[in-house]
């Protein structure tokens, strides 16, 4: 997996991402981002299983949870501590 451009490592991050991430870093201050978030990783099944007896439905519910998993795999390498705060009330 060390040759996903998406897995988290220790390396510094490419000067043209620093922009994004200070962005993301500002917003995850504001409690009103947070709340946004957490419906956005309602929505993707970041905390459900994605199966279903009807393999399409559940390839699309594969999708989302994979995007979402994406964002919080971002969010934990700006700030870790955020993710907990975002994903604790999710069932």
Known sequence: MPDDPDFADDRAPAPEDLDDINDVAHLLQDVR??????????HAGVMQTTFDPDTHVMAARAGRRDMGIWIVKQINAIDPSVTPRILGDIP
Do not use: A, T
């Open 33 to 42: 981002f947070i709340r946004f978030l957490r419906r956005v990783f309602v």
